[in-house]
Protein backbone atom coordinates (compact mmCIF):
# COMPACT_ATOMS: atom_id res chain seq x y z
CA UNK A 1 0.00 0.00 0.00
CA UNK A 2 1.30 3.61 -0.72
CA UNK A 3 0.44 6.68 1.44
CA UNK A 4 1.06 10.09 -0.31
CA UNK A 5 4.10 8.29 -2.12
CA UNK A 6 5.32 6.71 1.37
CA UNK A 7 5.42 2.63 0.66
CA UNK A 8 3.37 0.81 3.63
CA UNK A 9 4.24 -2.91 4.88
CA UNK A 10 1.24 -4.28 5.64
CA UNK A 11 1.60 -7.64 4.43
CA UNK A 12 2.12 -9.06 7.89
CA UNK A 13 2.07 -12.95 8.84
CA UNK A 14 3.35 -14.97 12.04
CA UNK A 15 6.49 -15.72 10.70
CA UNK A 16 8.06 -11.96 9.78
CA UNK A 17 8.42 -11.22 13.46
CA UNK A 18 11.33 -9.18 13.81
CA UNK A 19 13.49 -9.56 16.66
CA UNK A 20 14.00 -6.31 19.09
CA UNK A 21 17.77 -5.48 18.40
CA UNK A 22 17.06 -6.02 14.49
CA UNK A 23 14.49 -3.30 14.18
CA UNK A 24 15.73 -0.46 12.73
CA UNK A 25 17.17 2.72 15.15
CA UNK A 26 15.17 5.23 13.11
CA UNK A 27 11.84 7.21 12.20
CA UNK A 28 9.17 5.26 11.07
CA UNK A 29 5.61 3.72 11.24
CA UNK A 30 5.27 0.42 12.87
CA UNK A 31 2.85 -2.75 14.03
CA UNK A 32 2.43 -4.65 17.36
CA UNK A 33 0.23 -7.22 16.58
CA UNK A 34 -1.46 -10.32 18.91
CA UNK A 35 -1.59 -13.55 16.40
CA UNK A 36 -3.86 -15.07 18.81
CA UNK A 37 -7.10 -12.20 18.65
CA UNK A 38 -5.30 -10.98 15.27
CA UNK A 39 -5.25 -7.31 17.42
CA UNK A 40 -3.32 -5.00 15.56
CA UNK A 41 -1.87 -1.59 17.68
CA UNK A 42 -0.41 0.91 15.18
CA UNK A 43 2.40 3.54 16.38
CA UNK A 44 4.78 5.86 15.55
CA UNK A 45 8.33 6.43 17.12
CA UNK A 46 11.39 8.58 16.18
CA UNK A 47 13.21 5.58 17.04
CA UNK A 48 11.18 2.26 16.03
CA UNK A 49 13.69 -0.20 17.99
CA UNK A 50 13.96 1.81 21.83
CA UNK A 51 9.92 2.22 21.50
CA UNK A 52 9.59 -1.70 20.84
CA UNK A 53 12.22 -2.31 23.66
CA UNK A 54 9.81 0.09 25.85
CA UNK A 55 6.52 -2.27 24.94
CA UNK A 56 8.25 -5.39 25.37
CA UNK A 57 9.46 -4.48 28.88
CA UNK A 58 5.65 -3.27 29.34
CA UNK A 59 4.00 -6.84 28.13
CA UNK A 60 6.38 -8.67 30.32
CA UNK A 61 5.87 -6.47 33.34
CA UNK A 62 2.11 -6.56 32.39
CA UNK A 63 2.15 -10.64 32.08
CA UNK A 64 4.00 -10.85 35.05
CA UNK A 65 2.04 -8.53 37.11
CA UNK A 66 4.92 -6.31 37.97
CA UNK A 67 3.51 -3.44 35.74
CA UNK A 68 2.41 -0.60 38.31
CA UNK A 69 -0.96 -0.59 40.04
CA UNK A 70 -2.12 2.55 37.38
CA UNK A 71 -1.01 0.10 34.66
CA UNK A 72 -2.49 -3.37 35.92
CA UNK A 73 -6.26 -1.62 36.24
CA UNK A 74 -6.20 -0.83 32.62
CA UNK A 75 -8.37 -3.39 31.54
CA UNK A 76 -8.51 -2.57 27.18
CA UNK A 77 -8.47 -5.84 24.79
CA UNK A 78 -4.60 -5.24 24.42
CA UNK A 79 -3.54 -4.58 27.85
CA UNK A 80 -5.59 -7.94 28.54
CA UNK A 81 -3.39 -9.24 26.18
CA UNK A 82 -0.37 -8.01 27.32
CA UNK A 83 -1.70 -9.47 30.57
CA UNK A 84 -2.66 -12.83 29.11
CA UNK A 85 0.52 -13.87 26.98
CA UNK A 86 2.64 -10.52 26.42
CA UNK A 87 3.14 -11.88 22.91
CA UNK A 88 3.17 -9.09 20.47
CA UNK A 89 5.20 -9.89 17.00
CA UNK A 90 6.57 -6.65 15.95
CA UNK A 91 6.47 -5.57 12.22
CA UNK A 92 8.17 -2.36 10.31
CA UNK A 93 5.29 -0.45 8.25
CA UNK A 94 7.37 2.35 6.68
CA UNK A 95 11.06 3.89 7.54
CA UNK A 96 10.67 6.31 4.79
CA UNK A 97 12.89 8.90 5.36
CA UNK A 98 10.04 11.85 5.30
CA UNK A 99 8.93 10.20 8.14
CA UNK A 100 11.13 11.95 10.55
CA UNK A 101 8.64 14.81 10.19
CA UNK A 102 6.62 13.65 13.28
CA UNK A 103 3.83 15.49 11.47
CA UNK A 104 3.78 13.57 8.76
CA UNK A 105 4.07 10.30 10.80
CA UNK A 106 0.88 11.15 13.27
CA UNK A 107 -1.00 11.71 9.99
CA UNK A 108 -0.13 8.38 8.57
CA UNK A 109 -0.20 6.37 11.88
CA UNK A 110 -4.25 8.11 11.69
CA UNK A 111 -4.67 6.91 7.78
CA UNK A 112 -3.67 3.18 9.38
CA UNK A 113 -5.68 3.43 12.52
CA UNK A 114 -8.79 3.90 9.87
CA UNK A 115 -7.47 0.97 7.90
CA UNK A 116 -7.06 -1.11 10.70
CA UNK A 117 -10.32 -0.73 11.94
CA UNK A 118 -11.88 -1.19 8.71
CA UNK A 119 -10.09 -4.57 7.65
CA UNK A 120 -12.07 -7.59 7.50
CA UNK A 121 -9.36 -9.70 9.50
CA UNK A 122 -7.54 -7.68 11.65
CA UNK A 123 -8.88 -5.93 15.00
CA UNK A 124 -7.93 -2.49 15.85
CA UNK A 125 -5.83 -2.17 19.07
CA UNK A 126 -5.81 1.44 18.82
CA UNK A 127 -6.76 3.40 21.69
CA UNK A 128 -5.15 6.42 21.92
CA UNK A 129 -6.48 9.24 23.21
CA UNK A 130 -8.77 12.02 20.95
CA UNK A 131 -8.88 9.59 18.56
CA UNK A 132 -12.62 7.81 18.43
CA UNK A 133 -12.81 3.77 19.14
CA UNK A 134 -15.89 1.92 18.38
CA UNK A 135 -14.80 -1.38 18.60
CA UNK A 136 -16.90 -4.34 18.18
CA UNK A 137 -16.08 -6.15 21.38
CA UNK A 138 -14.77 -5.68 24.75
CA UNK A 139 -12.72 -8.08 26.12
CA UNK A 140 -9.74 -10.10 24.74
CA UNK A 141 -12.01 -13.60 24.53
CA UNK A 142 -14.71 -11.97 22.47
CA UNK A 143 -11.76 -10.77 20.49
CA UNK A 144 -10.31 -14.12 20.10
CA UNK A 145 -13.47 -15.70 19.18
CA UNK A 146 -13.79 -13.01 16.33
CA UNK A 147 -10.29 -14.02 14.90
CA UNK A 148 -11.33 -17.63 15.06
CA UNK A 149 -13.96 -16.69 12.66
CA UNK A 150 -11.01 -15.48 10.39
CA UNK A 151 -7.97 -16.90 8.78
CA UNK A 152 -5.16 -15.24 8.34
CA UNK A 153 -4.93 -16.72 4.43
CA UNK A 154 -7.93 -14.93 4.23
CA UNK A 155 -6.29 -11.85 2.99
CA UNK A 156 -2.68 -13.38 2.03
Same mark, same amino acid.
Given at each position: ??????????????????????????????????????????????????????????????????????????????????????????????????? #????????? $? !???????????? /? *?????????? #????????? $? !???????????? /? *?
Amino acid at each position: MNYKGIQLDLDWTPDKDIPIDQLPSCAGIYAEIHWESKGVRIGHAKNIRARHRESSNWSRAMHQGTASPSQLKRNNVFCQAAKRDGRFAHCVVSIDPSL #NDKTLRLEV $E !AFLFDWVAKHPV /F *QDFNFQRGWK #NTLPYTTLD $E !AIQRAALCQVAD /F *Q
